[in-house]
């Protein structure tokens, strides 16, 4: 079941926690960079790397991506890798697999390492509107008509586009063009199934994943379509061509955590970014806090529980691991190797440190509502005891994922 994707009214009122900061400088989103700060290749991520460099490509990176594409019958006999797992995982992921595989021959993968491809040409005037203002809220407002869960604007940063994007035919580096009349980044979120997130890590809360992609690359395409048919430009993005989180803070959507993701108060960091480069007049977004960055002081759940060891618990620093790290950032930053090696030793994604995360709930229900509101206040402590109190954020086993979905089922049949 999606997290109460239809209540939204409730889930909104996390954001009455929330401030926002004075304006949208990288000073209010808290960015730090530095001298020798350099703009990051695509070539260089460690899904790229696993493609052509000896010190990631192994036989298990690549049993890892051919079993998102044929049947499983069971592989460790684990529970939460069972055929039914991968089964629905694989599922999951086939429309966002549709398009990434559509234009393979013209090398080109669609919403991973290429821009999103659309169908139609738009209309050969601008619309004109009354001002940038309500341009922005009327692209909102169709962004979650169509079905995103959160929206922001901000300004287009050209630091965050991939210098280069990765070629799968010649297994370097392409270029990655940017239109010059491109102004602003629509940031849209889309929401991961929290239900399924608990279940990590197990094939089956890989469908979480899935479907954040496919459904990320329904609102991307309708929303870039539409503002096409207003006569602008718009390239829809899933983690193609820049860096979704440095706009996602400065959109407004969320704050940076020490698990490397952004956390919004809606559903803490079980949440997916895809963007919209356009050249429409529209008013950006500012960053918000509510007490992220605080509790991130105090707390270290996702550092202890990360199974790769990936996550240091320290202080934002200029640290980097490998090349699978943009340099002169002073940010948190884990480390991507040892992530995905526990991927391809375990045959699927992992989430874990979005279900230890405190800040991941179901924010529908008034009491965890009051936790954020405590947890953004000078009780933080308090927050976090009550967190390690409630148990929350404990692995749900997959079986009883599907034992309880079935159950509750068919209690619905008997009530009909
Ligand atoms: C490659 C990648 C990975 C790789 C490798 C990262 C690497 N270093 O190569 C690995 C396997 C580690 C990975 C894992 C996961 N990923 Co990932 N990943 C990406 C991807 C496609 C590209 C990011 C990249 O190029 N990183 C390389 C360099 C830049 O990494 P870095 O220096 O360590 O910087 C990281 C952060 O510090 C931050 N960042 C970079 N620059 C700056 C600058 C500032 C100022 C700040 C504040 C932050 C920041 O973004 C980078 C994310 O990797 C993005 C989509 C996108 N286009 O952004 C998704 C993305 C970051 N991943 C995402 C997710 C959810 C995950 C996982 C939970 C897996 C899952 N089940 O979905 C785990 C979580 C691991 C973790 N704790 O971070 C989401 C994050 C959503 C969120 N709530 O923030 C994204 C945005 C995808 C999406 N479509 O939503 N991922
Ligand atoms: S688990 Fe704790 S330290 Fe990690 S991101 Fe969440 S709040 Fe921050
Ligand atoms: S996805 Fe799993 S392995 Fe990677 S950083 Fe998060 S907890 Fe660690």
Redesign the pocket.
């Known amino acids: 079941m999606h997290t109460e994707r239809n209540d939204t009214a409730k889930r909104g009122l996390t954001r009455k926690v929330v401030s926002k900061t004075i304006d949208s400088s990288?000073e209010s989103?808290?960015?730090?960079?530095v001298d020798d700060f350099e703009g990051?290749s695509?070539v260089?991520?460690?899904?790229?790397?696993s493609q052509y460099d000896p010190q990631i490509k192994s036989p298990e990176t690549q049993r890892f991506y051919e079993m998102y594409r044929r049947p499983l019958t069971g592989w460790r006999g684990a529970e939460g890798y069972d055929q039914h797992d991968y089964a629905l995982r694989n599922a999951s992921w086939h429309v966002a697999d549709i398009f990434a595989e559509m234009h393979e021959s013209n090398d080109r993968r669609d919403g991973?390492l290429d821009p999103l491809s659309l169908l139609r040409e738009g209309a050969d005037e601008e619309t004109s509107f009354p001002s940038p203002l309500e341009a922005s809220s009327v692209i909102k407002q169709a962004a979650q008509a169509v079905g995103a869960d959160l929206v922001g604007i901000a300004e287009y940063d050209s630091r965050?586009t991939?210098t280069e994007r990765f070629s799968m035919n010649s297994l370097s580096g392409k270029p990655n063009p940017i239109p010059n009349k491109i102004r602003h980044v629509i940031v849209i979120?889309?929401a991961?199934d929290k239900e399924l997130?608990d279940t990590?890590p197990s094939a089956l809360?890989?469908s979480?994943?899935g479907m954040?992609?496919s459904l990320?690359a329904l609102v991307l395409l309708t929303i870039s379509q539409f503002i096409r048919n207003l006569g602008y430009q718009a390239i829809p993005?899933?983690?193609?061509?820049?860096?979704?989180?440095?706009y996602?803070?400065k959109a407004g959507l969320?704050e940076?955590g020490k698990?490397?993701?952004?956390?919004?108060p809606e559903f803490g960091?079980?949440?997916?970014?895809?963007k919209i480069f356009t050249d429409l007049p529209l008013t950006v977004d500012r960053p918000v806090r509510f007490g992220v960055e605080e509790m991130c002081k105090i707390c270290d759940a996702?550092s202890k529980a990360?199974p790769s060891r990936?996550?240091p618990n320290n202080e934002p620093s200029l640290t980097?691991?490998n090349v699978?790290?943009?340099?002169g950032?002073k940010?948190?930053?884990?480390?991507?190797?040892r992530?995905?090696s526990y991927?391809a030793k375990i045959n699927t994604?992992?989430?874990v440190?979005?279900r230890v995360c405190p800040f991941t709930r179901d924010y529908t229900k008034f009491l965890n509502r009051l936790w954020l509101r405590i947890a953004h206040s000078r009780l933080r402590r308090i927050a976090l005891y009550i967190d390690s109190k409630q148990k929350r954020g404990g692995r749900v086993a997959s079986k009883n994922w599907w034992l309880f979905n079935q159950a509750r089922h068919q209690e619905n049949d008997t009530q009909l």
């Open positions: 990288d989103a808290r960015f730090i960079l990051f695509q260089d991520d460690v899904f790229c790397r991973f965050w991939y979120g889309q991961m997130v990590a809360s890989g979480a994943t954040g992609y990320d993005s899933m983690n193609d061509t820049a860096l979704a989180i440095p996602a803070v969320g940076y698990h490397g993701l952004v956390i919004t960091s079980s949440v997916r970014f895809g996702c990360c990936a996550i980097t691991f699978s790290n943009i340099s950032v940010k948190w930053t884990i480390d991507g190797e992530c995905f991927w994604d992992c989430a440190c979005i």
